[in-house]
């Protein structure tokens, strides 16, 4: 499973950016299978588990320090998870990775931390200025 994320950049601070991760290389399981988890980390921090959605769609997780400002999103027919990031702040500067894994309890449980995830995008670096 290949996962690639686009859509980063500069953006001043306020403003809004939206990514996109999209799958392929499946072996035996659609992309419907896979739980989407955008995870983040900015230099001399630990990796941060930001967002995820549910393999159907029915499920998301929110990190607390993005709660109310990124919405995340999917489309099977694309094979494609969006990650809609508004009222960006500073502190959100960083390489922002969309990852990939099996659901097998809750994604409360699960899109904290990126151990259950085994497949990965390479990054998009989100900048934010003042």
């Known amino acids: 499973l290949q996962l690639v994320e686009f859509g980063g950049g500069l953006v001043q601070r306020g403003g809004s950016l939206r990514l996109s991760c999209t799958a392929s290389?499946?072996?035996?399981?659609?992309?419907?299978?896979?739980?989407i988890g955008w995870f983040r980390q900015a230099p001399g921090k630990e990796r941060e588990g930001t967002s995820c959605?549910?393999?159907?769609?029915?499920?998301?997780f929110y990190g607390d320090s993005v709660k109310g400002r990124f919405t995340i999103s999917k489309d099977d027919a694309k094979n494609t998870v969006y990650l809609q990031m508004n009222n960006l702040e500073i502190e959100d500067t960083a390489v922002y990775y969309c990852?990939?894994?099996?659901?097998?309890?809750?994604?409360?449980?699960?899109?904290?931390?990126?151990?259950?995830?085994?497949?990965w995008g390479k990054g998009t670096l989100v900048t934010v200025s003042s």
């Open positions: 959605i549910s393999h159907n769609g029915g499920d998301t």
């Open positions: 990852a990939a894994g099996i659901l097998t309890s809750t994604v409360q449980f699960m899109c904290p931390t990126s151990r259950y995830f085994p497949h």
């Open positions: 290389g499946f072996n035996g399981l659609g992309f419907d299978a896979w739980t």
